[in-house]
């Protein structure tokens, strides 16, 4: 994988603040991505375009989104649009898994579980299932990370350890979407608003189990309804119908020709 030289800007410098503006005029650059929940402000953007910046935004939900050179909504969005340069909807989807290669694997009954909350499990979910599925000898736990590798090690074993289970246990992130590109049976439980949008987005088209936050003690009888082959099997062929309509790449080529311009 490529080497990419980066500085860190401080915490405490607020998002889109006039210090932010400050510390990123500072530096040599071409383009910009904001790959952050938020919103940008006008004067946000007219003083990166004075100095000829190219602005790429991923799930802003301000208007001023617009005035950027490109901008992607995947997660964060209450409409599907294309506008230009501008999309919404699950489809424009990049996430990790599309570098990772795995072997499909026939699943005809759920063994090996995956969980997985994200970096910042502000509710201690994994905690909460892992001490939970530890308990039921009929499941055994798959481990999310990998002792002693850097952080790109750490993303592989990550990735190979979750297409080797069963059954991913998640939050409605990236880490869903994820887990469905890699043809994973899910279930899923919110942890923020937009994350209930996408799951009840995906829970209509028949490929995530939702799992209500308050019912967390309904997990097993949740398991044991989507526990049975031919259920599995639909599950299956739901995702692989969902994966083929994803344009990923369409995404990244504008990303590549926004450098190049």
Same mark, same amino acid.
């Given at each position: ?7 860190s800007?401080?915490?405490?410098i ?7 503006l ?9 383009? &910009? ?5 938020g919103?940008?402000?006008l ?12 602005? &790429? ?5 301000s ?13 964060v969005?209450?409409k ?10 699950n ?6 898994t ?26 201690n ?8 599925i ?10 999310s990370?990998?002792?002693? /590798?850097?952080?790109?090690?750490n993303?592989? /074993? ?20 994820? /887990? ?7 279930? &899923? ?10 799951i ?7 490929i995530?189990n939702y ?10 009888s949740?398991i ?12 299956q ?7 083929? /309509? ?16």
């Amino acid at each position: 994988y490529e080497k990419f030289k980066y500085k860190s800007i401080h915490y405490k410098i607020k998002d889109y603040s006039l210090n932010e503006l400050k510390e990123l005029k500072k530096n040599k650059f071409k383009v &910009v991505i904001f790959d952050r929940l938020g919103k940008i402000n006008l004067r946000f953007v007219k003083e990166l375009k004075k100095d000829h910046k190219q602005i &790429v935004c991923l799930d802003d939900e301000s208007k001023n989104k617009f005035l950027c050179d490109l901008s992607l909504n995947p997660l964060v969005y209450k409409k599907n649009y294309t506008k230009n340069n501008h999309f919404s909807g699950n489809k424009y989807n990049i996430f990790p898994t599309l570098l990772f290669k795995s072997r499909e694997r026939k699943i005809s009954k759920i063994k090996n579980i995956f969980i997985s909350f994200g970096g910042f499990d502000k509710n201690n979910y994994s905690r909460l299932f892992y001490n939970e599925i530890k308990k039921n000898k009929k499941f055994k736990l798959i481990s999310s990370s990998s002792k002693n /590798a850097n952080k790109f090690q750490n993303m592989k /074993a990550f990735f190979k350890n979750m297409s080797l289970s069963d059954l991913v246990i998640c939050s409605g992130g990236l880490t869903m979407f994820d /887990a469905l590109n890699l043809n994973k049976t899910t279930i &899923v439980i919110d942890q923020y608003k937009h994350q209930l949008r996408n799951i009840n987005r995906l829970q209509k088209k028949g490929i995530v189990n939702y799992l209500n936050k308050k019912n967390i003690n309904k997990l097993y009888s949740l398991i044991n309804k989507i526990n049975k082959k031919k259920k599995l099997e639909k599950f299956q062929k739901m995702i692989i119908r969902y994966k083929k /309509a994803q344009r990923p790449m369409e995404i990244i080529k504008k990303i590549n020709k926004i450098y190049e311009n």
